[in-house]
């Protein structure tokens, strides 16, 4: 599965080997944890990029509601259940606060899946849990989750990516209704990707509806087939062949 491709659930469902029944889930593969992102109610976005860290700010999860809580808005974000275990606010805090402090070397792997309508899921990638805070919301506490996205190499180790490769929830919600879920070229409404229109590496942007599309996978492939090609550089005055791979 490639970055922005777009799923239906039960890809999703087949992709993780199970259900998932909350938006966090805490090292539900063996190697790393889930986040699933779907724009709350009443927000203006679903993922929040701090312009001054750089990073994608995932918020916590409320208080389930019950009759002793029926306004899981009204109390602070749980880190720990009445029982006293760690909720999954509360593993993941722990695990960033262990990152910060030095004691675990390699931050949390966490991939992420945002949907963008009902039963329609787009895989964002990997990322790395940085960072956690709690802060005053509304008069309460919640929780905010810093993540830097990064690709997986062979042998398990990590680059770490631009933020502004991606491509915001709500410029996803407006491509995908815009382009009524079909790919622009052919109208296919499978195996579907939000494509670049300008490659994010030749400095289209993500972060406007005007530079994303839908393409269905051929149409992605017989794209990249044309970016990717070989170009002569001339460097310093001497001439050398080299092999120029963009990709979307
Ligand atoms: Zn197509």
Partial sequence: MEV?????YLDLVQAERGTLQKGMNYRFGKTYSVFLMSIR???????????ETGLLIYEGHDEPKTATCPVPKNVDQPLQTPKGSWTENGKFFR???????GLIKEPELIKVYEKIT???????GFFELVGARIVASNNR???????RPVRKKVFGSRVVLPVNRLIPSHVKQEVWKRDHGRCVLCGDTHNLHFDHEIPFSKGGSSLTAVNVRLLCAKHNLQKSDKIMSFVPWIISGASVTGAS????
């Fill in 4 to 8: 922005d491709d777009i799923i239906s």
């Fill in 41 to 51: 109610k009443g927000a203006p976005y679903a993922d929040e990029l701090d312009s």
């Fill in 95 to 101: 695990a960033a606060t262990d990152f910060s402090s």
């Fill in 118 to 124: 009902k039963g329609i899921w787009c895989y964002k």
């Fill in 141 to 147: 506490k919640v929780f905010k989750f810093e993540l």
């Fill in 245 to 248: 791979f963009v990709s979307n």
